[in-house]
């Protein structure tokens, strides 16, 4: 009878699947199919709409509330746990961080680098609300709540066929092979497709037609790259002075064949005026603008370009070539703080490491806006350069350029007016000589001296320096750089 049993519940048993032995799925054969959902839509889709959704900022899950979930008569009913609210963001002046959208755009081969410092800090809910960034890349990620939304994916078949989108054709090979471009030195880092900054130009122009589309009741569209950093506070302060319904186009003045533009890294500021006059007139503004986007080199330049073409002229005062202060093309360290720009208002840092966001994001929390205001090169200055400069410092280099002396042209130097030309035409000889050489000239603020040449200015850098263990300290001879800071307190402002 026992022998009976075994054999029946042998034979049962053999039915069933051993779901320990079940084979994985098969890997897809075309390993460079890109995953997202978007590539088999008409490549005439605009863009979806994706943006980080409200559930950004982290809320307390609800108590069920069905019938079967009621807790026993024999236990205590747990009070709700309070849902948090979302931080509101600061009103400045009569303009709100509601009234904007923030464009960011970053790149696949970058994203993991540069992109994470800004979710907590850039993009805190409490600056700006979550739904009123759209991040833009070259490949669709995910991350958390956050949407990056592949700025490319309705390129035209023609453009896409470009030998310069060969990156965007290999990014999701490297994805799928679980090679991630990072370069953190762990296992599975990789570069990344190489060539894949020849992407960026065919960015701008469906990233502000989307962006229009997408976000129709902004009054402002602000633009930053990933490697940079917007004030947003004191932006706003000045953005409250223009009307959003006129076409207004403006940030760091670049210019190229022709036509002025704002410096993409610097970031810029288009308003809703601005948008309707020129997107909101074309279907697609992309595909018309395609053969110059293809023969230009620069997407920032194809934008002023179509700008230009719909009657927006890059500047502030709708002149041609008005320069904007406050819009920087390169970082804190490596700007020139000048008298000129010593009093007005600062907007933006281009070229920033993830850890100068973050100091840059502390110093614009540490600001009072409202019993201050917007804060200017010299708050800055005082607050975060200042504190670096020394009175001299070896393997140094503060890009001094206004004067430069050499042992092979001193004699045709002439010195600045008040300065003898027996301490001017000695600068080259020594360290000490060079540093007396900008006491004695009264616009000095800073020198530098490298082997027979001393170099002056009459503009603040902070610069760069070596540290030790550089292999730089082996192959060269030390450059030794000073400051005289205290010479700007000559430079007054009204308030």
Not at 246 to 266: Q, S, V
Not at 326 to 337: C, L
Request: hydrophobic share 35%.
């Amino acid at each position: 009878m026992i022998f009976v049993l075994f054999l029946f519940f042998y034979h049962l048993d053999l039915e069933h699947d051993d779901p320990v032995i079940r084979g994985l799925p098969d890997l897809p054969q075309d390993l460079s199919s890109r995953q997202s959902p978007l590539r088999e839509e008409s490549k005439q889709q605009p863009l979806p709409s994706a943006q980080p959704s409200p559930s950004a900022v982290p809320v307390a899950p609800l108590v069920p509330s069905s019938e079967d979930q009621k807790p026993s008569t024999h236990q205590q009913e747990k009070p709700k746990p309070k849902q948090q609210q979302k931080p509101q963001p600061k009103q400045y002046g009569d303009l709100s961080p509601d009234d904007v959208v923030l464009l960011f755009k970053t790149g696949a081969s970058v994203l993991w680098r540069r992109l994470p410092i800004h979710l907590s800090t850039s993009f805190e809910p409490s600056r700006i609300p979550a739904d009123n960034i759209l991040i833009y890349s070259d490949y669709p990620e995910t991350i958390g709540s956050w949407q990056v939304i592949d700025v490319l994916e309705n390129s035209t078949e023609t453009v896409l066929k470009t030998d310069n989108y060969e990156p965007y054709r290999q990014q999701p090979d490297y994805e799928a092979r679980q090679v991630y471009a990072e370069m953190a030195n762990v296992e599975g880092d990789g570069n990344g497709p190489a060539g894949g900054w020849k992407l960026d130009k065919y960015k701008f122009l469906p990233l502000i037609q989307h962006a229009g589309r997408a976000k129709p009741e902004a009054k402002w569209y602000i633009y930053i790259e990933d490697d940079g950093y917007i004030f947003l506070p004191n932006l706003l302060l000045h953005l409250e002075k223009f009307s959003w319904q006129e076409p207004w186009y403006f940030g760091g003045l670049a210019w190229k064949h022709g036509d002025y533009f704002a410096h993409g890294g610097a970031g810029f500021v288009l308003s809703r005026g601005a948008w309707e006059q020129s997107f909101g007139l074309e279907e697609d503004m992309v595909t018309k603008y395609a053969d110059f986007t293809e023969a230009h080199g620069c997407g920032d330049h194809v934008l002023g370009h179509v700008m230009q073409d719909y009657g927006i002229n890059f500047g502030q005062t709708h002149g041609k070539s008005e320069y904007s202060w406050g819009f920087n093309p390169e970082p804190h360290w490596g700007g020139w703080f000048r008298r000129a720009s010593w009093c007005y208002p600062l907007y933006s840092w281009h070229h920033t490491h993830s850890k100068d966001v973050a100091r840059l994001y502390n110093f614009e929390q540490s600001w009072d806006f409202e019993k201050k205001g917007q804060f200017r090169y010299r708050d800055f200055f005082k607050a975060m350069v200042e504190p670096y400069m020394r009175r001299r410092v070896e393997w140094w280099d503060n890009q001094s350029s206004r004067y430069e002396l050499r042992s092979d042209n001193i004699a045709d130097a002439q010195p600045p007016e008040g300065v003898s030309k027996q301490v001017w035409n000695s600068a080259w000889k020594s360290v000490d000589a060079c540093e007396a050489a900008c006491v004695a000239w009264e616009g000095c603020v800073q020198w530098t001296f490298y082997e027979d040449q001393c170099r002056m200015d009459e503009n603040f850098m902070l610069g760069m320096g070596i540290p030790v263990g550089d292999l730089r300290r082996q192959t060269s001879l030390p450059r030794t750089s000073g400051w005289l800071p205290q010479r700007a307190e000559k430079w007054v402002c009204d308030a």
